[in-house]
């Protein structure tokens, strides 16, 4: 079956940084655009980045411009975010998604999230 298992978060200091994983099984990954998507204590979900099937094509909300980066691994399967210069308010559950239709098309398919706290 589809799994999607993210990995990587945890306590950071501001201005420090994460790279937070997710492991893909069950489907083609290599056919997917992929999603990081982040819920703030008592917020709704807010999109963070995406990225095309081959990883030529990288978008990000303004709110981590410049601050994170998102990458694939195609041979592993697996998604990646590199979150740096991180602030309080980068604080969320950050879960990553599928997209089987491309750019703005819904999420299918969601891992269960990794916790990342920005606090010192």
């Known amino acids: 079956q589809v799994q999607l298992v993210e990995s990587g978060g945890g306590l950071v200091q501001p201005g420090g940084s994460l790279r937070l994983s997710c492991a893909a099984s069950g489907f083609t990954f290599s056919s997917y655009y992929m999603s990081w998507v982040r819920q703030a204590p008592g917020k709704g979900l807010e999109w963070v980045s995406d990225?095309?099937?081959?990883?030529?094509?990288?978008y990000y909300a303004d709110s981590v411009k410049g601050r994170f980066t998102i990458s694939r691994d195609n041979a592993k399967n697996t998604l990646y975010l590199q979150m740096n210069s991180l602030k309080p308010e980068d604080t969320a559950l950050y879960y990553c998604?599928?997209?089987?239709?491309?750019?703005?098309?819904?999420?299918?398919?969601w891992g269960q999230g990794t916790q990342v706290t920005v606090s010192s």
């Open positions: 998604a599928s997209r089987p239709s491309g750019l703005g098309s819904p999420h299918d398919y």
């Open positions: 990225i095309s099937t081959g990883g030529g094509g990288t």
